[in-house]
């Protein structure tokens, strides 16, 4: 990945309250302390009005997981039978009579009705208040805080009020408690890998070697000095592609990171000369988003995303979801801090307007605002519903989850549990920096605590609902026909900054139960040699470095390390779980292929009786997808290929251990194509 989080110069919004509330009201969401980086300053004036947001909360969230399963699970009688977008719209929306009760409560305390908004799924409801509304609405006190390392202001309360029949219909209300700083990932860049900057930092040559790309051409001996096509397709048996079903292009997602033709043209030309000049993404551009670029302008991670699938996938093509308009993608004082959430608008209409844990639809502070008023800014507005998701999506980028708030996170990660009921596998690349966060994320060395010393997981890889990829290498001397081992390249060795396979244990998601026998073998036969807390409520208690029960990433793993890429019309070798997420990506898409090219008979999913009725289900032809994929892998580990050999250092630590079997490093393994499409094509 490219490590930086989105920059962001705006008002957040937190609150603090010392006069008594009524006795029919409770505290709805309160900070205990306030973040040592952050200064409590003066009242916010009484006539500031503020963009009050009231999150409803979703029917049938909780059974989010067991639908999921009951389409992605190998072993259940309704695999395959994914949902419609329509169905999971009518399964998800709030009730009438959540709607209704908080409608009332606010204008029974004196919000007229025609002030407020709400969406067409009823999902949110929003209206603007002067603050000494506001403060007597919620019972609470509105202040500024000051960021201290960077003079970054905010809005913000330490607890709020709201009448107790009202809560069980409400996740939160924004503004709230709320602080995030204008925080810059690494080196200025969100990608997960290294090489080029992205997010408004000046471009930097990727670390590079002098040889040509000619002596690595058809020489598997070389592969451990340089991968090339040819080394990833030896490495995990992928045959030559030969299908092309349209409906079956592999999905990419890109900001602040653009492709040159030229780039494209020259590895081709030298790696792959049978895929034609000229070959290039589908665009499907969002919120003004532009591609390609001249050659000089190019970014190394756009393409080394398309130089490592293409030949993978040909003849499939690939989608490029380009996302944001050049002043959110890449300028450092933007206000896009959040990430993907424009991205999930332009797959699903009524995700930007979905309310869940606080958000409703995008966060004003977090996230791009359309029309963009700044200079060169897109003038058009939100993009919402315009494509339909691809069936595999790989995206490189990410932050870590100390970064955004909890129900930020769970709000997105909700949106990826509906694309898998619809049949979409989504891949995320599990970071560059073993258990820590980039260097300078909250932190000189990116790890949390007082002293430094807690495991940072990352964002979103630790969403139950998506697949992870961290990073294998060959290493000097081996051949591809010897197993790998997990990624750990010290400062220097090649990169500025040391690069190993993210991995640990997440801080706000349990262990999903398609994987708890693989954790649970983890522990109980390769038990980590450091303290550990249960749960984020007992966060580094007893001098814990990580959570014993949280989700574990990353799932699986593939090469990433000494990638031959072409880069501003020159050959060079770059690195990152970046790289090793599309390889892993585009295996499945192949997979998919095959899938299609079968068919299936004319199939009814047998609804479970918590579903509500919809007129959509009903018998019709599919050939599905492979959908949301780590059930499948967790009950048949075998198909991949195990690494028993690396670790991921952080943190004053060597981090965890591959191991036999699941580990916090490189997951359940590398792809081994044979025994995945066997799988894959074994089941309805």
Same mark, same amino acid.
């Given at each position: 990945?490219?490590?930086?989080?989105?920059?962001?110069?705006?008002?957040?919004?937190?609150? &603090?309250?010392?006069?008594?509330?009524?006795? &029919?009201?409770?505290?709805?969401?309160?900070?205990?302390?306030?973040?040592?980086?952050?200064?409590?300053?003066?009242?916010?004036?009484?006539?500031?009005?503020?963009?009050?947001?009231?999150?409803?909360?979703?029917?049938?969230?909780?059974?989010?997981?067991?639908?999921?399963?009951?389409?992605?699970?190998?072993?259940?009688?309704?695999?395959?039978?994914?949902?419609?977008?329509?169905?999971?719209?009518?399964?998800?929306?709030?009730?009438?009579?959540?709607?209704?009760?908080?409608?009332?409560?606010?204008?029974?305390?004196?919000?007229?009705?025609?002030?407020?908004?709400?969406?067409?799924?009823?999902?949110?409801?929003?209206?603007?208040?002067?603050?000494?509304?506001?403060?007597?609405? *919620?019972?609470?006190?509105?202040?500024?805080?000051?960021?201290? &390392?960077?003079?970054?202001?905010?809005?913000?309360?330490?607890?709020?009020?709201?009448?107790?029949?009202?809560?069980?219909?409400?996740?939160?209300?924004?503004?709230?408690?709320?602080?995030?700083?204008?925080?810059?990932?690494?080196?200025?860049?969100?990608?997960?890998?290294? @090489?080029?900057?992205?997010?408004?930092?000046?471009?930097?040559?990727?670390?590079?070697?002098?040889?040509?790309?000619?002596?690595?051409?058809?020489?598997?001996?070389?592969?451990?000095?340089?991968?090339?096509?040819?080394?990833?397709?030896?490495?995990?048996?992928?045959?030559?592609?030969?299908?092309?079903?349209?409906?079956?292009?592999?999905?990419?997602?890109?900001?602040?990171?653009?492709?040159?033709?030229?780039?494209?043209?020259?590895?081709?030309?030298? #790696?792959?000369?049978?895929?034609?000049?000229?070959?290039?993404?589908?665009?499907?551009?969002?919120?003004?988003?532009?591609?390609?670029?001249?050659?000089?302008?190019?970014?190394?991670?756009?393409? *080394?995303?398309?130089?490592?699938?293409?030949?993978?996938?040909?003849?499939?093509?690939?989608?490029?979801?380009?996302?944001?308009?050049?002043?959110?993608?890449?300028?450092? !004082?933007?206000?896009?801090?959040?990430?993907? !959430?424009?991205?999930?608008?332009?797959?699903?209409? $009524?995700?930007?307007?979905?309310?869940?844990?606080?958000?409703?639809?995008?966060?004003?502070?977090?996230?791009?605002?359309?029309?963009?008023?700044?200079?060169?800014?897109?003038?058009?507005?939100?993009?919402?519903?315009?494509?339909?998701?691809?069936?595999?999506? $790989?995206?490189?980028?990410?932050?870590?989850?100390?970064?955004?708030?909890?129900?930020?996170?769970?709000?997105?990660?909700?949106?990826?549990?509906?694309?898998?009921?619809?049949?979409?596998?989504? #891949?995320?690349?599990?970071?560059?920096?073993?258990?820590?966060?980039?260097?300078?994320?909250?932190?000189?060395?990116?790890?949390?605590?007082?002293?430094?010393?807690?495991?940072?997981?990352?964002?979103?890889?630790?969403?139950?609902?998506?697949?992870?990829?961290?990073?294998?290498?060959?290493?000097?001397?081996?051949?591809?026909?010897?197993?790998?081992?997990?990624?750990?390249?010290?400062?220097?060795?090649?990169?500025?900054?040391?690069?190993?396979?993210?991995?640990?244990?997440? !801080?706000?998601?349990?262990?999903?139960?398609?994987?708890?026998?693989?954790?649970?073998? #983890?522990?109980?036969?390769?038990?980590?040699?450091?303290?550990?807390?249960?749960?984020?409520?007992?966060?580094?208690?007893? @001098?814990?470095?990580?959570?014993?029960?949280?989700?574990?990433?990353?799932?699986?793993?593939?090469?990433?390390? !000494?990638?031959?890429?072409?880069?501003?019309?020159?050959?060079? *070798?770059?690195?990152?779980?970046?790289?090793?997420?599309?390889?892993?990506?585009?295996?499945?898409?192949?997979?998919?292929?095959?899938?299609?090219?079968?068919?299936?008979?004319?199939?009814?999913?047998?609804?479970?009786?918590?579903?509500?009725?919809?007129?959509?289900?009903?018998?019709?032809?599919?050939?599905?997808?492979?959908?949301?994929?780590?059930?499948?892998?967790?009950?048949?580990?075998?198909?991949?290929?195990?690494?028993?050999? @690396?670790?991921?250092?952080?943190?004053?630590?060597?981090?965890?251990?591959?191991?036999?079997?699941?580990?916090?490093?490189?997951?359940?393994?590398?792809?081994?194509?044979?025994?995945?499409?066997?799988?894959?094509?074994?089941?309805?």
């Amino acid at each position: 990945m490219y490590l930086s989080v989105f920059a962001v110069l705006s008002i957040l919004a937190a609150c &603090s309250y010392a006069a008594p509330y009524p006795s &029919s009201h409770a505290v709805h969401e309160k900070r205990n302390s306030s973040p040592s980086q952050w200064m409590k300053r003066d009242r916010i004036p009484p006539s500031a009005v503020l963009p009050m947001r009231i999150g409803l909360k979703q029917n049938n969230l909780e059974k989010g997981y067991e639908l999921l399963m009951d389409v992605s699970h190998p072993d259940s009688p309704n695999y395959g039978k994914h949902w419609t977008a329509e169905e999971v719209a009518d399964t998800f929306a709030p009730s009438d009579t959540t709607v209704a009760t908080v409608l009332n409560w606010l204008v029974a305390s004196g919000i007229a009705a025609e002030r407020i908004t709400h969406s067409d799924n009823k999902g949110w409801l929003a209206f603007n208040a002067a603050v000494e509304e506001a403060e007597e609405l *919620l019972h609470t006190e509105y202040h500024v805080y000051e960021y201290k &390392s960077s003079g970054h202001t905010a809005t913000a309360c330490d607890q709020y009020h709201i009448p107790k029949h009202i809560q069980e219909h409400m996740d939160y209300v924004t503004p709230g408690i709320k602080l995030l700083a204008p925080v810059k990932r690494g080196h200025g860049h969100s990608k997960r890998g290294f @090489g080029m900057t992205t997010g408004g930092g000046t471009p930097a040559p990727p670390k590079s070697r002098e040889p040509g790309p000619n002596e690595y051409l058809d020489d598997l001996k070389s592969c451990d000095v340089a991968i090339t096509p040819i080394c990833v397709k030896a490495l995990y048996e992928v045959p030559p592609g030969f299908r092309a079903d349209p409906s079956n292009s592999m999905g990419i997602f890109e900001e602040g990171d653009f492709y040159a033709q030229k780039d494209l043209n020259l590895f081709f030309a030298n #790696f792959t000369p049978y895929i034609p000049q000229g070959t290039h993404p589908i665009p499907a551009f969002i919120d003004g988003a532009k591609a390609p670029v001249s050659v000089k302008n190019a970014g190394g991670e756009s393409e *080394l995303d398309f130089e490592l699938a293409y030949p993978i996938i040909y003849p499939q093509t690939t989608t490029l979801y380009q996302t944001d308009d050049l002043y959110y993608a890449t300028n450092p !004082n933007s206000t896009s801090l959040g990430g993907f !959430n424009t991205f999930l608008d332009a797959l699903d209409g $009524s995700y930007c307007t979905y309310s869940a844990f606080g958000e409703t639809g995008d966060d004003p502070v977090l996230d791009p605002t359309y029309p963009d008023p700044n200079p060169g800014g897109y003038k058009g507005k939100l993009q919402c519903g315009v494509y339909k998701p691809t069936n595999v999506i $790989s995206v490189s980028y990410g932050g870590q989850e100390f970064d955004l708030p909890a129900y930020y996170q769970e709000r997105q990660c909700n949106e990826f549990m509906k694309l898998g009921l619809q049949g979409h596998s989504i #891949f995320y690349a599990s970071g560059d920096d073993g258990v820590a966060g980039p260097p300078g994320d909250d932190s000189a060395n990116g790890c949390l605590g007082p002293d430094s010393t807690i495991f940072s997981p990352a964002w979103p890889n630790s969403c139950p609902y998506v697949t992870n990829v961290g990073a294998t290498k060959v290493y000097p001397g081996k051949t591809v026909f010897e197993p790998e081992c997990a990624v750990v390249d010290p400062v220097g060795q090649p990169y500025s900054i040391a690069f190993s396979s993210g991995g640990g244990f997440s !801080n706000i998601y349990g262990i999903p139960e398609y994987q708890e026998d693989a954790v649970a073998k #983890f522990f109980e036969n390769h038990n980590p040699p450091y303290p550990y807390y249960s749960g984020n409520a007992s966060f580094g208690k007893n @001098g814990g470095l990580y959570n014993r029960i949280g989700r574990g990433y990353p799932d699986v793993a593939a090469n990433g390390d !000494n990638i031959a890429t072409y880069v501003n019309g020159k050959f060079t *070798l770059e690195g990152g779980t970046s790289a090793s997420t599309p390889i892993f990506a585009a295996i499945v898409n192949r997979i998919n292929e095959e899938r299609l090219a079968i068919g299936k008979k004319p199939i009814v999913r047998n609804l479970p009786h918590t579903d509500p009725p919809s007129p959509g289900r009903a018998a019709r032809n599919l050939a599905p997808p492979a959908g949301f994929i780590n059930p499948a892998l967790y009950a048949h580990p075998y198909v991949l290929n195990d690494i028993t050999c @690396g670790t991921n250092p952080g943190c004053g630590t060597v981090g965890f251990s591959a191991v036999e079997g699941w580990d916090p490093v490189t997951g359940l393994g590398t792809p081994n194509f044979p025994r995945m499409l066997g799988l894959f094509l074994s089941l309805p």
